[in-house]
């Protein structure tokens, strides 16, 4: 297959002797053309060319790939050559920058340098080592390393750590009198209902079960009881400000419970000052360890 | 060896390009001579076991 010829034009009054002596050369001649009185064009394989050189044919044009390939290679343009060459063989066989997605400012800093700006591109081999590097070194839950193109890409979550629980066995016990309004246990022996009246100090959840046969097993208790719970509150004052007496009693108020019921019981005059007398219905958990 | 394809003359092996013109070649092949005459006629392809002649040929003759 010939991928380029060139096409040669020649003046001569004996072809014959010219097709002979290309017959000693052995030079293929392609379309063979009289163009003008004692003037012949032909073409010739570029791969022949150093033939043509040798018959001292003087080269008119030329045509086909390898023409233009050659071309690459004159001088004038061998910078572009060069350039084209590096730009497709040897530049993406390097990294040039690293990408880091993840919370952590700090360790985002640290990682874009865990890599030399121009290097070579990491085999499966030095990413499972700088992967295992950098699961070592920071606190890293997920992390995920991956090369597109010259970027080497660092997507990783912060570790988030896991809370120790301990496990339990005090009984819960009630904290004040109230009616058991919800009962949120995840273990232990629940011993009260819900609307039930319970008294201070009542054990709620106890860390004993006695099975069938009369066997207590101890098990670790842990839950939340949330009770009505009631509660008067009073102000005094010396003047009579009934908003200043109510804004007194709620700064009062404990910060963990739910108001249920809000309720003026008195607002008298005592003793030469103004007594606000509150009723309130609280929502709050009373379950409480019993100390040891 | 003389054979055609695609209204091209294939003449293979020969031993000497004897003339040419637009109307006339002359070949030695096999200790004969080929005579091929026509008009227009026009070497496509040319080395040194091997010519590819196409255009208008009216005779060949075998000498």
Known sequence: MNLGYDEIIIETTDLLSFLKQANKYHLQIFHLKQIKVNTYCFYVPIYQRYKTIGLKLKINKSIGILHYLLLLFKSNQLFFTISFIITLT?????????????????????????????????TYKQINNLYDKIKNNYPIDYLNLYMQGSTLHIEYTKAIKNKKTSLKYQDYVARRDGII???????????????????????????????????????????????????????????????????KIRSQLPKDVKINKEKVISYDIIKGKYVLKMDYVFIENIAIREEL | MISLYKNRLIIKYYQELLSLDNHLLEFKIDNQYLVISGNNIEIHYYSEDEIIIKGKIENIKII
């Open chain 1, 181 to 247: 309004a919800k009962i949120d246990v995840l273990s232990g022996n629940v011993l009260v209902k819900r609307n039930q009246y319970v008294t201070k100090g009542e054990v709620l959840i106890s860390h004993e079960i006695i099975d069938t046969s009369g066997n207590s097993k101890i098990i670790p208790t842990k839950g939340i009881i949330e009770a009505y719970t009631y509660q008067s509150i009073e102000a005094s004052s010396e003047i009579d400000d009934f908003a200043y007496l109510l804004f």
């Open chain 1, 90 to 122: 040897i530049i993406p066989n390097y990294l040039y920058q690293t990408k880091v997605k993840g919370p952590i400012p700090k360790i985002n800093k640290e990682l874009k340098t865990i890599i030399k700006p121009i290097s070579k591109k990491l």
